[in-house]
């Protein structure tokens, strides 16, 4: 029996395929269109050219899925979460640009709307000491009107100073996991835990704004491998060059 390593590499329009066959040591090279609702359509119709999936050893998945969700602004509905007078930093973003003096420059407009916005009383100084401790109540409180409102999917927490000193951001992702179980919630310690304030902001909205979809995404497309008998024997493509598995991708997307 044919043992094969696949590389599928999901895009807007085509999935293309690479598949390496161990004894033979040939290549086969072909593409597939792509099903943009769920992508696995398109990645198992392509895999059906091998006949047997019992000969796939081992796949590679490489997808877009996360970068077209932004370009065409499909992720979730994100409420960003940060100390107290920073809440527009997404919004105020950096004066440097392209073109310094170019007044027809129009900011890219954030990942998240200003209404879901919100703020928390905590102080962490530049010396990452703690100099107003958080108030627990008012992230109950903040939770409860979350859950109120209905409209949130997934949460960015990003407070001044995170990064030296993370236990701020680290008990309001305890207490909103308790009081919103079923929102995932996003911290900016865990995405980007460096210096420069609007740069983490954006990342962890970013995240928080993928994380739903990236999840559901894995999640079918694992329940539907496996239901084809592939196995586990697939894991994701960074962009690094590196893998990980599905688990590992859907937590830090």
Not at 18 to 24: L, W
Not at 157 to 177: D, G, M, T, W, Y
Request: aromatic share 8%; net charge negative.
């Amino acid at each position: 029996m044919p043992h094969y390593l696949i590389g599928v590499d999901v895009g807007g329009t085509f999935t293309d395929f690479v598949a390496y066959e161990h004894d033979s040591q040939s290549v086969q090279v072909w593409k597939n269109l792509s099903t943009p609702s769920d992508p696995t359509d398109g990645i198992l119709t392509g895999l059906a050219r091998l006949g047997d999936l019992d000969a796939i050893g081992h796949l590679r998945l490489g997808t877009t899925v996360a970068t077209n969700a932004i370009l065409e602004r499909q992720g979730a509905v994100v409420a960003y979460v940060a100390t107290r007078g920073f809440r527009d930093v997404p919004f105020i973003q950096r004066g440097n640009r392209r073109y310094h003096y170019d007044i027809t420059w129009i900011k890219p407009a954030p990942l998240v709307q200003h209404r879901h916005c919100l703020e928390v009383d905590e102080r962490i100084d530049r010396d990452g000491h703690v100099v107003t401790a958080l108030d627990e109540d008012g992230v109950r409180a903040l939770a409860r009107e979350l859950k109120a409102q209905g409209e949130v999917e997934a949460i960015a927490v990003n407070l001044l100073f995170s990064f030296l000193e993370p236990r701020h951001e680290q008990r309001i992702k305890a207490i909103l996991n308790d009081e919103l179980p079923a929102i995932p919630v996003s911290i900016s310690y865990d995405v980007l835990p460096r210096w420069k304030e609007y740069e983490r902001a954006s990342t962890t909205i970013a995240d928080a704004y993928l994380k739903p979809l990236i999840t559901r995404y894995l999640d079918t497309m694992q329940q539907r491998f496996l239901q084809a008998g592939l196995g586990k024997n697939f894991v994701v493509m960074k962009s690094n060059g590196g893998e990980m598995t599905l688990d590992a991708a859907a937590e830090a997307p």
